[in-house]
């Protein structure tokens, strides 16, 4: 059965620390991996990730992912209270060869709660 | 361009009683999908359409049903509503094939008592 794992499933920092959010996965026939960012409403897109051992990047968050791991980590430096929030990781596995319905696998997602 | 918009934004149901989530989008996207999300379970598919006129099904479809008549609307419908299906329900849109994001509406949350 395909699974997303993300860890930890809670975080506390202060403003200021750098923080390290992990996702692992196991789905057959993998195509990307996604970040999203849940403050109250809708989840915001963040980063894809398609190829091994490329850093996304963009602003103070940043994205690699690890091929041979099944995993990915999300950074944040300097981290503001603004970016609390639950921080969600979704794989896209192809359904079928050489096509894809773009269904994604979620993980529980991390929530990050950072005190000024 | 409004993106995904969802039609309401608050439902309380009682056990039994019907209703129909609307997810619209101005995105000329092929691909929608709804969602639910509990706490701690993060999002899980109900249903998708990859296209006008066809739908699937996802990961949690039991008790929901689906429509998507028209290419920028996708219906989802609760014939009797149970406790369990409290949630709040997100509805997603894409681009078809390859891999691209997909865009969240801001969410339903249904009370069913």
């Known amino acids: 059965e395909d699974k997303v794992v993300q860890s930890p499933l809670s975080l506390v920092v202060h403003e200021g620390d750098t923080v390290t959010l992990n996702c692992s996965y196991e789905?057959?026939?993998?195509?990307?991996l996604l970040w999203y960012k849940q403050e109250k409403k809708a989840p915001t897109f963040l980063f894809m990730l398609t190829s091994s051992g490329i850093e996304k990047k963009s602003g103070r968050l940043s994205s690699i992912l690890d091929k041979k791991e099944l995993s990915s980590i999300l950074n944040i430096t300097a981290t503001q209270t603004g970016d609390s929030a639950i921080y969600l990781c979704a794989v896209e596995a192809s359904q079928n060869y050489g096509g894809s319905q773009g269904n994604l696998i979620f993980g529980k997602g991390t929530k990050l709660s950072v005190k000024p | 361009n409004a993106g995904v918009t969802q039609t309401p934004k608050f439902r309380v149901l009682k056990t039994g009683q019907s209703m129909t989530l609307l997810c619209a989008q101005d995105m000329n996207h092929e691909y929608m999908y709804w969602y639910r999300q509990d706490p701690g379970m993060g999002l899980r598919l109900i249903h998708y359409s990859v296209g006008e006129g066809t739908t699937a099904k996802g990961e949690v479809p039991d008790g929901y049903n689906v429509s998507r008549l028209k290419k920028q609307n996708f219906l989802l419908g609760l014939e009797s509503a149970a406790p369990s299906q409290t949630s709040v329900y997100f509805c997603?849109?894409?681009?078809?094939?390859?891999?691209?994001?997909?865009?969240f509406g801001p969410g339903t949350r249904l009370t069913v008592t």
């Open positions: 997603a849109s894409r681009r078809q094939a390859k891999s691209y994001e997909q865009y």
């Open positions: 789905v057959t026939n993998f195509r990307s």
